[in-house]
């Protein structure tokens, strides 16, 4: 089976998560290429995708919304996957919250989506410019500033499992 792991990364936690998850579906027999979506140019030859996107300002970024919208009619009969990686998960209620609040469920809803998670990130504040740093002034309820900056909160084994989950739901397809 051919796969595509396509993302969107600001800052390239997201883009280190999808080699990551790339690296996971080859060791179970899958075709793999993992590419920038904003670098896709054809879906032809895929049998399935895994896609992720950073979150910014509470949306993934743009450049994952127009792969979406551009490659709707291939993407709509086809297994999906879909993840988003988020500083906000780490808060109390945070994972739920973000899957409800930075997920276009509208969209998605359109696609055979096997698996949606969410995955926290990589936070480097030298990395984030100033026009991004508004959004991590507060938490998502404006109760309390964030905690640790400049950490790498990406969970590995949880990447791991979820990159095995989905391996078995496409081999079911």
Partial sequence: MNVLVGYA??????????EFIG????????????????DVQSLDGYDAFVLGSAI??????????QFLERFRGKLTNMPVAFFITCIRVLEPD???????????????????????????????????????????????DGAEPPGNYNQDFRNWQTI???????????LFV
């Fill in 9 to 18: 990364s600001a800052h390239g936690s997201t883009a280190e998560i999808a």
């Fill in 23 to 38: 690296k996971e579906l080859a060791k179970r027999d899958f075709n793999v290429t993992v590419s920038n979506v904003a």
């Fill in 56 to 65: 910014h300002a509470q949306m993934w970024l743009t450049e994952m919304s």
């Fill in 94 to 140: 945070g994972y739920e919250h973000s899957l409800h609040e930075y997920v276009n469920h509208r969209i998605l809803k359109q696609f055979h989506l096997k698996e949606l998670t969410a995955f926290a990130g990589r936070l480097e504040m030298d990395a984030v410019d100033w026009n991004e740093r508004w959004t991590l002034a507060a938490r998502y």
């Fill in 160 to 170: 791991q499992a979820w990159s095995q989950k989905v391996a078995d739901k496409f």
